[in-house]
C-alpha cells in the first residue's frame, strides 16, 4: 500500500514556486503550477544540483547549474543538456496539506 | 536526391561536434553523418577536466558526450583519431591526414581552439611543463600533481585559477603569476579580480600580479622562472594558463572569412552557405552586444551547435543568447552573465565577496551590462530573463534582498551606440 507523507501546507507555496524537502531522508522539490502540485526528486539528473534552487518557468524548472529543463508534472527532460528524466513522485492534497509518496 | 543519400559531415570531436550530431539526429536528419575528430576519445565536455576529473574524483564516462553505444545507435559514423587536413569547397570533399575522405552535402566546423604556449618551452623537461585543453593532458597533470610540491601556473584566467583550487585541495602549494596588474582581467571588472585574488590567498595560494615573466629554465629537479621584476620562482610543475588560440587553420585554408575566429551569421552559417560552424571557434553576432563576439564557454559550445544544426534542416531560428559561464573554485560557484567586464560601476545585493550574493555590473551611462553571481545562481536566472526582455532593476533597488529579483523595480535597458 503506498505509503504518504506528510510534506508543506497547502499555502506554503505560490504558483511557479518550488520548495526544497527532506522527505524520510530522501530530498524533494516540491513545485506548484496552476493549483495543483508536483514533486520530483531535488537532484538534476545532469550533475550535483538541487532542482529546488532552479528557475520555474513554463512548466519547466532551469537547473540553476547549466539551465537544463526538466518537465515539472512528469520529470521528463525537456532541454540539453538534461536527456536522463528525473524521477517524480505521487502528490496529493488532504485538507491543508500536501502529502508525497515515495515508493513507486 | 533523396535525404537518405545526404551526407553531412561534422569536423571537430568536442562538445559542439557533439551537439551537432545529437541535434540533426534528434531533428530528424536521415541521412550519412560523419563525425572526425582528432582526440581519440569520443566527444566530451572539457570543464571537469581542471575541477573534478583532475582531482580524481570523476571519470571519463561522466564526461563523455557521445559514446560509442550512443554513436552506433543514433548513425553517427565517427573517425576518431583523425585530423582534417584539407577541404574542397568546390568538390565538396574533406580528406584527413590518413588520407581517408568523405563527400559532403553540409558541412560543420567546430574545431574549437588550442592552449596558447610559450616561444622556447620545448627547451624544458616536458615532464615539467603542461596546457591545459584535452582530457590526456588533464590525466597528464593529475599524475604530475599527485607527485608534485609546489606548482606554478603562470596566467591568472579561469583555467589558471580552477587548476590553483584544485591543487590546493591535492595539497600542493601554488603560485601564480599574472603580468595583468589583476586576474580575469579580460573579462571581468576589477571587483571580481580582486575578490578572486582574495579568494585564492585565503586558501594559501600566493599571487604574484602585474609581474611578467622575463625567463623560464630548467633546473635539476624542476623548472625556474624569472620574473620581469628581478624575482625568481622555482616550481617542480609548471601549467601555463595563457588562453587559447581558435583553431581556424583549416577554415583559412578554406578561405572562409575570419576575424579572431571563423565568422557566422545568428545561424551559424559561414561565408560558404553550405557550411556552418559552432563553439569557441566561431565569431556571432551578439544582439545583447550589439557586436560579434567569440565565447569561450561550455553552454555557447552546446546552444550554438544546437542552433546551427537546426539552421542546417532548414529551420529559422537564430542564437541569441545573452553570454552566460560558470566557474567552480573552492566549492564556490560563479557564474557571469553578458558582459560584466565592460561595467564600471557595481552594485552588490547580499555579499558576494563573502560568498553569497550578486554584483549587477553597469556602464558609463547607467545600463546593465552584465552581473556575476557567486552561489546565487537563482539571481542571476531571474535577472537574465529580466534583460531578455530587455530591462533592468533599478540599481537602487538592487541591494534590496527583501524582495525577490522578480519583484525589483525595473527599467528599460538599452545601450546608446
Ligand atoms: C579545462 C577547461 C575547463 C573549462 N571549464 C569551463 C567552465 O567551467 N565553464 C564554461 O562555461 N566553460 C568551460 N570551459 C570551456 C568549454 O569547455 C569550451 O568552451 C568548449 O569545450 C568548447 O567546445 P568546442 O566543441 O567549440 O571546442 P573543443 O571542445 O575544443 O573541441 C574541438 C575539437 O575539435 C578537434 N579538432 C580541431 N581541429 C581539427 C581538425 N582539423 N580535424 C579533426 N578534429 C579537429 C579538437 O581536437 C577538439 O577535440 C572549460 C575549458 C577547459 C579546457
Ligand atoms: S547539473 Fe543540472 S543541467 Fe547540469
Redesign the interface.
Given at each position: 500500500m503506498t505509503e504518504w507523507h506528510d510534506a508543506a501546507a497547502t499555502d506554503a507555496l505560490s504558483d511557479d514556486e518550488v520548495m526544497g524537502l527532506s522527505i524520510a531522508g530522501v530530498p524533494v522539490a516540491l513545485f506548484r503550477q496552476e493549483g495543483a502540485f508536483f514533486a520530483l526528486h531535488d537532484l538534476c539528473s545532469h550533475g550535483a544540483a538541487r532542482l529546488s534552487?532552479?528557475?520555474v518557468?513554463n512548466g519547466c524548472v532551469?537547473c540553476?547549474?547549466?539551465?537544463g529543463l526538466v518537465d515539472i508534472r512528469s520529470g521528463a527532460p525537456c532541454s540539453?543538456?538534461i536527456t536522463e528524466p528525473v524521477r517524480s513522485y505521487p502528490v496529493r492534497v488532504v485538507g491543508d496539506r500536501v502529502e508525497i509518496a515515495l515508493d513507486r | 536526391m533523396p535525404q537518405g543519400e545526404t551526407t553531412y559531415v561534422v569536423v571537430g570531436g568536442g562538445q559542439a561536434a557533439a551537439w551537432i550530431a545529437r541535434t540533426l539526429r534528434a531533428e530528424g536528419f536521415a541521412g550519412r553523418l560523419v563525425l572526425i575528430g582528432e582526440e581519440p576519445h569520443w566527444p566530451y565536455e572539457r570543464p571537469a577536466l581542471s575541477k573534478e576529473f583532475l582531482r580524481g574524483t570523476g571519470s571519463v564516462e561522466a564526461i563523455t558526450l557521445l559514446g560509442a553505444a550512443q554513436a552506433g545507435e543514433a548513425g553517427v559514423e565517427c573517425w576518431l583519431g583523425q585530423r582534417v587536413t584539407a577541404v574542397d569547397r568546390e568538390a565538396r570533399v574533406v580528406t584527413t591526414a590518413d588520407g581517408r575522405s568523405v563527400a559532403y552535402d553540409t558541412l560543420f566546423l567546430a574545431t574549437g581552439g588550442r592552449a596558447r604556449r610559450l616561444p622556447g618551452l620545448d627547451s624544458l623537461p616536458a615532464e615539467r611543463v603542461h596546457t591545459l585543453r584535452t582530457l590526456t593532458e588533464s590525466e597528464r597533470l593529475r599524475g604530475a600533481l599527485a607527485g608534485a610540491k609546489h606548482l606554478l601556473v603562470l596566467g591568472g584566467g579561469w583555467i589558471g585559477l580552477e587548476v590553483a583550487a584544485t591543487a590546493r585541495a591535492l595539497g600542493v602549494e601554488v603560485t601564480v603569476v599574472e603580468a595583468a596588474p589583476r586576474l580575469c582581467a579580460r573579462t571581468m571588472p576589477p571587483v571580481v579580480s580582486d575578490w578572486l585574488h582574495a579568494l585564492h590567498e585565503s586558501h594559501g595560494v600566493r599571487m604574484v600580479t602585474g609581474v611578467g615573466i622575463a625567463d623560464i629554465t630548467g633546473t635539476a629537479d624542476g623548472v625556474a622562472v624569472a620574473l620581469a621584476d628581478g624575482g625568481r620562482l622555482e616550481a617542480d610543475q609548471l601549467l601555463l594558463g595563457i588562453g587559447i588560440e581558435p583553431e581556424v587553420g583549416l577554415a583559412a585554408a578554406m578561405g572562409l572569412a575570419l576575424d579572431d575566429g571563423i565568422l557566422v551569421d545568428a545561424q551559424g552559417r559561414t561565408s560558404d552557405p553550405r557550411i556552418f560552424a559552432a563553439g569557441d571557434v566561431a565569431r556571432h553576432p551578439s544582439a545583447f552586444a550589439r557586436a560579434s563576439l567569440r565565447l569561450e564557454s561550455w553552454v555557447n559550445a552546446q546552444n550554438q551547435a544546437i542552433a546551427a544544426a537546426r539552421a542546417a534542416l532548414g529551420g529559422t531560428g537564430v542564437y541569441a543568447d545573452i553570454p552566460w559561464f560558470w566557474s567552480d573554485q573552492y566549492g564556490v560557484n560563479v557564474q557571469m552573465l553578458g558582459l560584466p567586464g565592460l561595467g564600471t560601476r557595481a552594485v552588490a545585493r547580499g555579499a558576494p565577496e563573502a560568498g553569497s550574493g550578486c554584483w549587477l555590473m553597469l556602464d558609463g551611462s547607467g545600463v546593465v551590462v552584465g552581473a556575476v553571481a557567486v552561489n546565487a545562481a537563482r539571481d542571476l536566472r531571474v535577472l537574465r530573463k529580466m534583460l531578455e526582455d530587455g530591462r533592468a532593476p533599478l540599481p537602487d533597488a538592487w541591494a534590496d534582498t527583501a524582495t525577490p529579483v522578480q519583484r525589483l523595480p525595473s527599467r528599460p535597458n538599452v545601450r546608446a551606440d
Open positions: 534552487d532552479g528557475f518557468e532551469e540553476p547549474l547549466h539551465q540539453a543538456p | -
